[in-house]
T-cell receptor
Framework: RKEVEQDPGPFNVPEGATVAFNCTYSNSASQSFFWYRQDCRKEPKLLMS???SGNEDGRFTAQLNRASQYISLLIRDSKLSDSATYLCVVAGYSTLTFGKGTMLLVSP | GAGVSQSPSNKVTEKGKDVELRCDPISGHTALYWYRQSLGQGLEFLIYFQGNSAPDKSGLPSDRFSAERTGGSVSTLTIQRTQQEDSAVYLC?????????????FGSGTRLTVV
């Protein structure tokens, strides 16, 4: 089992749609979790941290299920500018392990 | 500086030549990381520096790769005798502390092309 697994997509959705991505991780000792966003030919940028209680930032909601070892990201009211690759990231004691990302394409 | 600075932004080199990539982390960030990303692939961990501790080199793909961090700040990644499979974007990131509770901040990367 890969350390961090994501559906590569692409997810094609119209503007205004709600879309959800899931990610699974293999190391049960993982300490912290994040979602990063990466635009084409750009560096990854931190989107949000993921907490056990779930957390929300505007249109974005992240959830963590430690028992099942998966993380989710929900995007409501999708915008054209949300088109990007979303990277699921799992932290160990000193480094981050990145998934290969899920591509989202939002169309007019 | 305000962000993580990497140079050069692009590098084209001939197979067999050595290259040096530079990273200037965010001021005050004690942890520095190098990753690389090949076309269409995920990020691959290379090496990690934390303060004055010995670096974690577990991700370096071969002995042609080395890195150093001088004075706890600027880092240089050196690739000797470059091969075509070394072509990738090399990303540097820095973090406030050893445990990445806050995530990383990445530089914009060096796009290395070995011809």
């Amino acid at each position: 089992r890969k350390e961090v697994e994501q559906d590569p997509g692409p997810f094609n959705v119209p503007e205004g749609a709600t879309v959800a991505f899931n990610c699974t991780y293999s190391n049960s000792a993982s300490q912290s979790f994040f979602w990063y966003r990466q635009d084409c030919r750009k560096e990854p940028k931190l989107l949000m941290s993921v907490y056990s209680s779930g957390n929300e930032d505007g249109r974005f909601t992240a959830q963590l299920n430690r028992a099942s070892q998966y993380i989710s990201l929900l995007i409501r009211d999708s915008k054209l500018s949300d088109s990007a690759t979303y990277l699921c990231v799992v932290a160990g004691y000193s480094t981050l392990t990145f998934g290969k990302g899920t591509m989202l394409l939002v169309s007019p | 500086g305000a962000g993580v600075s990497q140079s050069p932004s692009n590098k084209v080199t001939e197979k067999g030549k050595d290259v040096e990539l530079r990273c200037d982390p965010i001021s005050g960030h004690t942890a520095l990381y190098w990753y690389r990303q090949s076309l269409g692939q995920g990020l691959e961990f290379l090496i990690y520096f934390q303060g004055n501790s010995a670096p974690d080199k577990s991700g370096l793909p071969s002995d042609r790769f080395s890195a150093e961090r001088t004075g706890g700040s600027v880092s240089t990644l050196t690739i000797q005798r470059t091969q075509q499979e070394d072509s990738a974007v090399y990303l540097c990131a820095s973090s406030l502390g050893a445990v990445p509770n806050y995530g990383y901040t990445f530089g914009s990367g060096t796009r290395l092309t070995v011809v």
